[in-house]
């Protein structure tokens, strides 16, 4: 069985790690290279590192904030925000992240979700998909889902996000991190509906994005939502849960999870075909 992840995420505007609510009331949360030498000491699985403001100002990902980052954390690191050209992902990747996330970029261009893949490998691609579920007259004129939106989600693009999670696959992206704009930042659950739907539709990882509030939530997101890590910032930002009581929860239900730092790894049980001495 594939390991379940805890995944930091690190929303930077103007080199600071910031917060908000549904995408909006930005607050700050501390200094990046701080918080990700923390989650990486602490036993977390990856962490993710968004410009979240760099797509909507047109300008490129903070570079040397990256390389600041990727040389203080041992654990694998996803960068985006901005990235619109295999040039580049090359750029990030020099400066030492291990995967690149495209969003507006993607929707804009899907080939450079093919290009970078071919380049670099699926394995480097993760594209982020901002979905905001259906309401009103978006229900009566397209039926009940959820749309895309770009540009720190002030864009709606009109894609389905079912149908764009599928695409994006095709096309060679590796993973899916999979935000919920109504429950970002809320603390009242992940959307499990929007989660498992996805999930259920495409044979790449999906990440867990948006609403996490307890302990509860994120089980729920990792068994209910299918989702093979799950994404947290404003918990673990604010000091309410810490990476290893997270873990400790989820290895208490059964999940199989990377061991906790300074443990073994649990032992396998014996299969039919193994006898016992």
Not at 75 to 102: C, H, M, N, Y
Request: proline share 4%; charged share 20%; with cysteine.
């Amino acid at each position: 069985m594939v390991a379940k992840r805890i995944i930091p995420c690190l929303d930077v505007a103007a080199g600071r790690v910031v917060k908000g609510v549904n995408f909006v009331g930005l607050r700050d949360a501390g200094d990046p290279v701080e918080l990700a030498c923390r989650y990486s000491a602490s036993g977390a699985d990856e962490l993710v590192f968004l410009d979240i403001a760099a797509s909507h100002e047109g300008r490129s990902t903070l570079v040397e904030l990256v390389r600041r980052t990727a040389e203080s954390v041992t654990i694998p690191f996803t960068v985006g925000g901005g990235i619109s050209s295999v040039e580049g992902i090359t750029q990030l990747l020099r400066a030492g992240a291990d995967k690149i996330s495209l969003n507006s970029a993607a929707v804009g261009d899907p080939a450079l979700v093919a290009r970078g893949a071919e380049r670099f490998g699926c394995q480097c691609i993760v594209v982020a998909i901002d979905a905001r579920r259906r309401s009103g007259d978006q229900v009566a004129a397209r039926g009940p889902g959820w749309d895309v939106y770009v540009k720190g989600g002030r864009q709606n693009t009109g894609l389905d996000a079912l149908a764009w999670a599928q695409e994006v696959v095709q096309w060679g992206a590796g993973e899916i991190l999979l935000t919920s704009m109504d429950g970002d930042g809320t603390q009242a659950g992940y959307d499990l509906a929007l989660t498992q739907a996805v999930a259920e539709a495409v044979p790449v990882p999906v990440i867990a994005s948006g609403g996490a509030g307890c302990l509860d939530h994120i089980a729920a997101a990792l068994e209910q939502g299918q989702a093979s890590a799950a994404l947290l910032a404003s918990l673990l930002h604010d000091g309410v849960l810490t990476v290893e009581a997270i873990k400790r929860d989820l290895l208490a239900r059964g999940l199989a999870l990377r061991p906790l730092v300074g443990e073994p790894a649990p032992a396998e049980p014996f299969g039919d075909d193994r006898a016992v001495a």
